[in-house]
């Protein structure tokens, strides 16, 4: 679920812990390999009569490389316009001074006792160290303007860039974007300097070959070269996902270095790595160029990148939502939350609807309605096309910007609940809450208990109706076996954040 118009949070060390993705730079490491060999003698079997295994004689073998790409002209082209980045930042000093991590529980005694050895400064906040971070850029213009990741840069009190020649400049931060990951950044040469060009990344084809230049493990000037692999990834950074995956071999230090397509024309911008290690195994993600340009112009520009904003919280439809509201197949973005004063709001987009097309573009994702959602102009009239209670409609709606912080209310009911009345055929539990129908129980062997529901959340509405009661909830039950339903879609809120489920009927 995500709400339309979106962010990727880094650790410090650079490594991004989330489905064993890790974001592909800063801070140095060890160069390790390991050697793995497998013996595969087990025995050999006897045979009757077997004859000599091979009657001619083997060829010598050869060293005619002639067939093979060679990429030196490509580098020796590019090189002088990719960058090493060295960041200069302050970090707290970690609790305990630095030891190791200790298997105690969140919020236990010894948890406390640690975090209060944690050095403090003069004015009694965390005590700070200096830090330094590498990663990896290019530059883009005669006259000094660098791209690079977000994350290579945040948080830095100075940059300094390594040209190729192994002079060093001073940076200036001109702009970045979080929801991207992108950054840019300028600096003041006596000369002219090298530059590369954007290329057209929607032109790339799985298999077509690509270079990635960097400063892996502070290792500046580095080439390693493959494929790709997959095109529009999602790898859960942001709304905004749209990854080329490369099997070039990036590694921490790697981020936001270029890949370049065979033309010497980037075509990406290296990102993140899957790795259980922390180092390479080939599955690498790009930042397609047609994104980076759009951004960099933004950023140029403005210092920021200006979203088209709708204003709701949308999420995946699933098989089980479709068949609930009728829809031929699961498509389109569910919409789960309107905000408040939003133009969504204004213009009549309610929870429930499921938004299929966007100014007559079909919508097939939740990714598809955030990338062309915020690539709107604010203040420009789009038409949002909506399936509402069986039935296609179009709003025409004003696309408004996307604004810093969004307000979300927070439900904190800690009100005593009556007794429950049980929904067996749901797996819950279910009270009545000041705030509405209170979810007390789940089974933990239920569909709900798979699907996330959690005792405290509130059910707001069942297969489109309101659920005021615990009765609403059993009556909206019965009403879709009534009319021979397999599942009923459930509106939740936990906490400042609403969501569906579609919950199956057990037969009665």
Not at 25 to 39: Q, Y
Not at 235 to 254: E, M, R
Not at 346 to 356: C, Q
Not at 458 to 465: E, H, P
Request: a neutral charge; charged letters at 25%; hydrophobic letters at 40%.
């Amino acid at each position: 679920m995500m709400n339309v118009g979106l962010n990727p949070a880094t650790p410090a060390a650079g490594v991004w812990l989330r489905r064993g993705f890790s974001r592909s730079c800063r801070k140095g490491a060890s160069l390790a390999a390991t050697a793995l060999i497998s013996l595969g003698l087990l025995g050999t079997p006897a045979f009757a009569d077997a004859g000599p295994i091979n009657t001619k004689p083997v060829a010598p073998a050869t060293n005619d490389m002639s067939s093979l790409p060679s990429f030196a002209d490509l580098v020796e082209k590019v090189s002088p316009a990719v960058v090493s980045i060295r960041v200069d930042e302050e970090q707290e000093v970690a609790a305990g001074n630095g030891l190791p991590d200790l298997p105690f529980p969140p919020g236990s005694p010894f948890e406390k006792f640690f975090r209060d050895m944690q050095p403090k400064g003069p004015d009694g906040k965390p005590a700070k160290r200096h830090a330094t971070a590498l990663g990896s850029g290019f530059i883009i213009s005669a006259d000094g303007y660098i791209v690079t990741n977000n994350h290579v840069v945040d948080g830095a009190t100075e940059i300094t860039v390594v040209l190729n020649d192994q002079s060093e400049l001073k940076a200036d931060l001109i702009g970045r974007d979080p929801k991207t990951d992108l950054a840019l950044i300028k600096v003041k040469s006596k000369k002219p300097l090298a530059y590369v060009a954007f290329g057209n990344s929607d032109t790339l084809r799985v298999g077509d070959w690509v270079l990635a230049v960097g400063n892996p493990f502070g290792l500046g000037g580095t080439v390693t070269t493959g494929i790709v692999s997959a095109r529009g990834r999602d790898i859960g950074a942001s709304a905004y996902d749209d990854f080329i995956q490369i099997d070039a071999s990036i590694n921490k230090g790697n981020s936001g270095g270029p890949t370049f397509d065979t033309s010497g024309n980037v075509v990406g911008v290296n990102t993140a790595i899957f790795s259980p290690t922390g180092g390479s195994v080939g599955i690498g993600f790009a930042i397609p160029s047609n994104v980076v340009s759009k951004v960099v112009a933004d950023l140029k520009k403005d210092g920021k990148v200006t979203r088209g904003w709708l204003g709701v919280t949308i999420q995946q439809v699933d098989d089980d939502m479709a068949a609930n509201l009728s829809l031929d197949k699961a498509k389109g973005a569910l919409v789960a939350d309107v905000s408040e004063g939003s133009p969504a709001e204004k213009y009549g987009i309610k929870a429930g609807d499921v938004i299929t097309s966007v100014n007559g573009t079909e919508m097939e994702d939740i990714r598809a309605v955030s990338r062309t959602v915020a690539d709107l102009k604010p203040g420009t009239t789009a038409k949002v096309g909506i399936w509402r209670d069986g039935k296609a409609k179009t709003l025409n709606v004003n696309i408004a910007v996307f604004p810093d912080k969004l307000e979300m209310a927070s439900n904190d009911d800690d009100t005593p609940v009556a007794p429950s009345e049980a929904t067996k055929s749901l797996g819950l539990s279910l009270s009545q809450g000041d705030d509405g129908v209170v979810v007390q129980a789940v089974d933990p062997d239920s569909e709900a208990a798979e699907k996330g529901v959690r005792p405290g959340d509130l059910i707001l509405k069942i297969s489109g109706k309101d659920a005021k009661t615990p009765a609403d909830v059993v009556a909206g039950v019965k009403a879709a076996k009534r009319d021979s339903k397999t599942s009923v879609l459930l509106l939740l809120k936990t906490r400042d954040q609403q969501h569906f489920v579609a919950l199956s009927i057990e037969k009665s």
